[in-house]
């Protein structure tokens, strides 16, 4: 067989092997950058993902969740950095509610506190029904207070001690005003019998 050179079909063949090998080279260049963007990319994604995972570890979380977004810009295709912003942000509201709470106890703790003070200055200035109430503030604010329980007990001893000594003494006065005028009135059986009465409610009082 032999071949005519001047036919344009071997040109042809090797044009077309030409560009066919030019196609492979193409792919194969791109496949291997596609390759190497991807272990770049990966690479790149791993350390954020071990800096983020570093610093939630150490409870730096805010930094932490900086950390994972990084993650998520380089690859959003993972989870991972999503669920760990997730946990991160609970960990942090947990937190402040903890905080918040030790803050509303502390400021509890100083108003009671401040009110037993002020109640106890009450108090010794015989100013019971003032220093009660300052007690009855502090158990609305701390129910279990024992001190304000105990002065609420104590003032209320002191009150009713208070009221049987003015009660008492009210009766003395009367009965000495009522044997004064009988005295007045020469009625001295009357008054004797009067100013026995007053003894009996007083009766280490020197007069009558």
Known sequence: MTFDSSQSYPSERLSKIDELIAEEKAKAYKEAEELANAKAKKASYDVAIKKADGLFSSSKLEDAITKYRDAILIDDTQSYPTEQIVK??????EKQSKAEQIAAEAKKKEQVEKLLEEGIVLLSNEQLEDAKSKFQEALLIDTSNAT??????EIDGLITARAELNDKNAKYDDLLSQASKKEISHDYQGAIFKYAE???IKPNETFP
């Open 88 to 93: 991160a942000e609970k960990m942090i509201a």
């Open 148 to 153: 304000a329980t105990a002065k609420i007990n």
């Open 198 to 200: 007053a003894l009996n």
